[in-house]
């Protein structure tokens, strides 16, 4: 049994030292690091439904911050929805989080439709949550991955597809 638990403890520290690392670019503009904690928010959701960060600690987290107005929001949506939110949506240790800048509820809700997409967009009416993460003004494509600790792992900018295939890599390493 000792050596059961001890093959289990090298298995998860292997797994989690085989997370991507990578070093974020100063012109992505955010204002988070790598290995911080993330900050914490409360909001809703365009359904009305309240969504605390903190609630949802012990799962890995995708933060993905959009606007209808954004034209490279648009082409990454439809990829998240397919390729990570319907492959991951049952997963109990799995959540993903659209964070919309500035929009009311009726306009994004009228975005997701039009996408479509179908996981929880979040209202960001004044860009609170938007601007804890990221630099004022700077541009609102971006998505950041958090661990179960509620450590930030990984973030992006745009909609690069070698950085998406990365970050659906982490993803998935940080669920097994």
């Given at each position: 049994?000792k050596y059961?638990v001890?093959?289990?403890?090298?298995?998860?520290?292997?797994?989690?030292a085989?997370?991507v690392?990578k070093?974020?670019?100063?012109d992505?503009?955010?204002?988070?690091?790598?290995?911080?904690?993330?900050?914490?928010?409360?909001?809703?959701?365009?359904e009305?439904?309240t969504?605390?960060?903190?609630d949802?600690k012990?799962?890995?987290i995708?933060?993905?911050?959009?606007?209808?107005w954004?034209?490279v929001c648009?082409?990454e949506?439809p990829?998240?929805?397919?390729e990570?939110?319907?492959?991951?949506?049952?997963?109990?240790d799995?959540?993903?989080?659209?964070?919309d800048?500035d929009?009311p509820?009726?306009?994004?809700?009228?975005?997701?439709k039009?996408?479509p997409?179908?996981?929880?967009?979040?209202?960001?009416?004044?860009?609170?949550?938007?601007y804890?993460?990221?630099?004022?003004?700077?541009?609102?494509?971006?998505?950041?991955?958090?661990?179960k600790s509620?450590k930030?792992?990984y973030?992006?900018?745009?909609?690069?597809?070698?950085?998406?295939?990365e970050?659906k890599?982490?993803?998935?390493?940080?669920?097994?």
């Amino acid at each position: 049994m000792k050596y059961l638990v001890l093959a289990f403890i090298c298995l998860a520290i292997t797994a989690q030292a085989q997370v991507v690392k990578k070093e974020i670019p100063a012109d992505y503009g955010y204002i988070v690091k790598i290995g911080q904690q993330a900050p914490d928010f409360e909001s809703v959701t365009a359904e009305g439904k309240t969504v605390k960060l903190s609630d949802l600690k012990g799962k890995v987290i995708m933060l993905q911050f959009t606007a209808s107005w954004c034209s490279v929001c648009r082409k990454e949506m439809p990829h998240i929805e397919k390729e990570i939110w319907l492959k991951h949506k049952n997963n109990p240790d799995f959540a993903l989080l659209g964070i919309d800048l500035d929009e009311p509820a009726d306009k994004v809700k009228k975005f997701a439709k039009q996408i479509p997409v179908t996981y929880p967009l979040v209202l960001d009416p004044e860009g609170n949550i938007f601007y804890s993460y990221a630099e004022k003004g700077a541009g609102v494509t971006r998505n950041v991955i958090i661990d179960k600790s509620g450590k930030i792992v990984y973030m992006t900018r745009l909609f690069k597809q070698e950085e998406f295939d990365e970050m659906k890599v982490v993803i998935e390493q940080l669920l097994q």
